[in-house]
């Protein structure tokens, strides 16, 4: 049994929609042993928490002591940009994660289902991308039933991660993403490439930045990211860099998809 350190990270309401760090702390969790499937690829189920007091989970970053970074791609599927990347993480052998809008995973289904298949993982990220603080808490939960459906749909599989549009969301939220058993995952580099739009910038901003546990935020609905992303691997796998899905890096337990827990996570706790 594998015991890791990780930073936990508890975000409150920030109504300019960028995520309020209300508090780090560290906290211990036991990994289970990594079941994997026929194909050889390992995914996801939610942790489970004791039925007295399930925690709220959020990570901004993974721990820091190896060289190991999990890149995310968000707002996707596109219907041309994301496979022309997964031919970038193919030819670099990068796993991803790929944090998906309901509305593009129902006009792309196939494309979700080649994310699955070449083992990246998929997270929610709501279905049509509204500010969760402005919804009320019967609309959150709406979002987030209807894109784990249409992932279920299109994959089998049930995700464990989400990330809420913009970073933003109430405090109160909280119990949501409990009840769904969705692990909340933010970033610690943002490659501003929805902003900046150049490969260049991208590419400066990526490598000041990633270290050792970083989760790297990118949009796989920019054209300059196809351009960009070569470059980062280049030099980040020369810096002796391997890149892992989210769950990967932050110790979340991999299980075989619609099969029976086999390993029941310890329930975390802050020290
Ligand atoms: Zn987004």
Redesign the pocket.
Known sequence: MMVCGFALALFAMDVSGQPALATNAVFATSSATDPTRSDGTQLTKPPLHSESAPLFHSFNSGPSHEKLIALTF??GPHAVITPKLLDVLRAYKAKATFFVLGERVKLYPMILRQIFDEGHEIGN?TYS?RSLAALSTEEIEHEIIETQSLIKQATGYEPSLFRP?YGAFRSNTRPVFQKHNLNVIMWSVDSKDWSVRNENKIYDVVITHARSGSIVLFHDIHPAILDALPRILDTLVADGYQFITVSELCGLPPLAPLAPPATRLESLSVK
Do not use: A, N, T
């Open positions: 968000d707002d990220h991308h549009p």
